[in-house]
């Protein structure tokens, strides 16, 4: 969602604002702009649409200064226009903003009474001219920074200029993430340290409610009336990780970065010779935990989906499954002596960590397995297990997906072996599976021409998509579905295979592709039943399976991609990347914007 970046300098900013604008584009928006202060004034450039409309603007009226804030918006109120593109401002300050302002039409209400008018439709506009407000009535603008926190609600992350003020910027924090970067001679806040990547390594990240005075050689934070110290850190982003690489977009280069980071994770969660996992000390007894509920959205929650089979299968555990959005709202009861896992990339996903402090009020222990380890959801956690998946910036997500995969079914091996449910044996077994899935996925990358032949002669052409598997097959399917419709907009469907004959089967026709995600295992023979069911109604069958599936069922479909034979318990992982490249494929094929499908966010902030 939106992208914020200030900074106070010593060189003209606007290059430097676009530069970061740019790194931002990952987290999906429709218009941006930024601002500086032009001889003491608030002067800015505005465009709807992607940045190169903004670099258009600002190419033929360019935009001086040496201080400046600039912004990536995720319209939420107020139609994607220039009108209501951030930054929004008033004569005294520009404000740029990511979140919701819960309040803004009380304040509004209170703003329009006292005679003031608003250019905008969007709620940040309460923020502006409620800081106008408060310096009209004689405050400094360090008090009507402190007024405006108390008065503001909801989620956001803020940046602020203000006229005839070369020597501050501010910044403020509640719920939405803002980092700080320290450079030399000047000073930059952001959404995120990818943001700030290039300028600095050197970041300290906001707490809730926490608002900064930056000036060109340090910073004050505040948390309500008092100052406050937040850690500087060094950094793990470089900007040469951000870059593409050889690839055309992101999405690949990340799909293809998959062998690397699945081995990165297994360092951290295994140890090779002695063949078993290695998790930190957890802060519960397997045998004692009353049940495990995992919550996550979109794709992190087909990954909790197949996790759960682990759980159930290898520890003997119950398990339940909830979309976030809808945990936080249904407040099931959790029974004491409970663990919430939360799986996220962004570790900042609104309605995720809702829902772990829904589980925390309910004294259950929240374990996340998230991407970025200063988000917000890890820092809430009891415990987190990070996935070293790197920065992930196209908008679907791929390694992040794979590592979670990798780190959860260490975790259900982890519980099985305390449970006493998986002997030594079957530990070591599963162990060099693990240690042998980066070889496997790379095998399965090594068929790219064979996932273009399919996007190009069976997929891109259709109108719609059915995706069918059964048990840990059953949420891959389901995710196959979901990165086809995302980037290539095509109406896809995942389902269980042994549902289909329940309705979907209505569907299926010539005109349908069927794509089976079929791993030879213990269940495969009904996969192989409903497949035939397909192939009966006429259905383009895609099979994606191994040497033993493909000689069972091949010469049943259209075509079939042949995968490495693995051990089934780790074929999710595996079988993950086929789908993605199907779908990567097919959208390059329909010609779509891969990294920045439309209307999507890479970190959704808001519900
Ligand atoms: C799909 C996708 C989304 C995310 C979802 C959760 O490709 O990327 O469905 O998985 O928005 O995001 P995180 O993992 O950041 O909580």
């Known amino acids: ?63 001086p200064g040496t201080i400046g804030i600039g912004h990536t918006r995720w319209a939420t109120h107020g139609k994607p226009s220039e009108r209501n593109a951030h930054p929004i401002a ?58 405006a926190m108390e008065r503001l609600r909801g989620a956001f992350a803020l940046a602020i200029l203000f006229s005839g003020r070369h020597d501050i910027l501010m910044g403020a924090r509640r719920g939405s993430s803002l980092a700080v970067g320290y450079g030399d001679g000047e000073m930059y806040v952001g959404t995120d340290a990818l943001a700030l990547a290039p300028f600095t390594r050197q970041v300290s990240y906001l707490e809730d409610d926490d608002w900064v005075v930056l000036r060109a050689d340090g910073c004050t934070v505040y948390q309500g009336g008092f100052e406050v110290k937040r850690e500087v850190r060094q950094s793990g982003i470089s900007g040469a990780m951000i870059g593409k690489g050889n690839h055309r977009h992101f999405m690949l280069k990340e799909i293809h970065e998959q062998p690397a980071v699945i081995g990165d994770t297994l360092q951290t969660y295994l140890d090779p010779a002695t063949r078993s996992v290695t998790l930190p000390v957890l802060p519960f007894d397997w045998n004692k ?17 197949v996790a759960k089979y682990w ?55 929240i374990l996340s397995v998230v991407n ?30 794979t590592t979670q995969l990798t780190v959860l079914l260490c975790l259900a091996i982890a519980a099985g072996r305390a449970r006493g449910t998986l002997s030594p044996e079957a530990e070591a077994r599963l162990a060099l599976a693990l240690i042998e899935l980066p070889a496997h996925v790379n095998q399965a990358l090594n068929m790219e021409e064979e996932y273009r032949r399919v996007a190009e002669t069976v997929l891109a052409e259709a109108r719609d998509v059915l995706y069918l598997g059964r048990g840990s097959s059953f949420p891959i399917a389901l995710e196959g579905a979901l990165k086809l419709k ?25 005109t349908v592709p069927v794509v089976v995600v079929a791993p030879t295992d213990a269940i495969f023979d009904k996969t192989a039943s409903n497949f035939e069911q397909a192939k009966a109604r006429g259905g383009k069958l895609v099979l994606l399976s191994d040497a033993a599936g493909v000689g069972r069922l091949g010469n049943q479909a259209v075509v079939s991609l042949t995968l490495p034979t693995v051990d089934p318990v780790v074929a999710p992982i595996l079988y993950t990347v086929p789908v993605q490249l199907l779908a990567y494929y097919t959208a390059v094929a329909k010609g779509t914007d891969v990294d920045q499908p439309r209307n999507l966010a890479k970190s959704v902030t808001v519900e």
Do not use: W
């Open 311 to 365: 759980f159930e299968g290898l520890a003997r555990l119950s398990v339940e499954v909830e979309v976030a959005s809808e945990l936080r709202y249904r407040e099931p009861p959790l029974p004491e002596g409970g663990v919430c896992i939360a799986v996220s990339q962004s570790g900042e996903t609104v309605d995720t960590l809702a829902a772990i402090r829904y589980a925390k009020a309910n004294k259950q222990t």
């Open 372 to 401: 970025v380890p200063e988000s917000a959801i890890a820092r809430e956690s009891h415990l987190v297990l990070p996935t070293l998946a790197g920065p992930e910036i196209s908008v679907a997500s791929t390694k992040a997906t």
């Open 90 to 147: 008033t004569d005294r300050v520009a404000v740029v903003h990511n979140g919701i302002i819960e309040n803004f039409q009380e304040l509004k209400g209170e703003l329009v009474a006292e005679g003031r008018h608003f250019d905008s439709d969007t709620d940040t506009e309460v923020v502006a001219q409620l800081i106008t407000s408060y310096l009209e009535k004689q405050m400094s603008p360090e008090q009507a920074m402190g007024k």
């Open 486 to 510: 995302e980037i290539s907009y095509i109406h896809a469907e995942g389902y269980a295979a042994g549902e289909m004959k329940h309705g979907p089967i209505a569907l299926i026709d010539e």
């Open 289 to 305: 935990v009353s049940r495990i509920t995992m919550t996550a959205c979109g794709t992190a929650y087909y990954a909790c989906m």
């Open 1 to 63: 969602m939106c992208g914020i970046i200030g900074i106070i300098g010593k060189a003209p900013v606007t290059p430097l604002l676009v530069d970061a604008l740019k790194r931002l584009e990952y987290r999906g928006y429709d218009s941006s702009g930024v601002a500086t202060l032009v001889n003491g004034h608030i002067d800015r450039r505005r465009a709807e649409g992607k940045l190169v409309n903004l670099e258009a603007r600002l190419a033929s009226e360019p935009l």
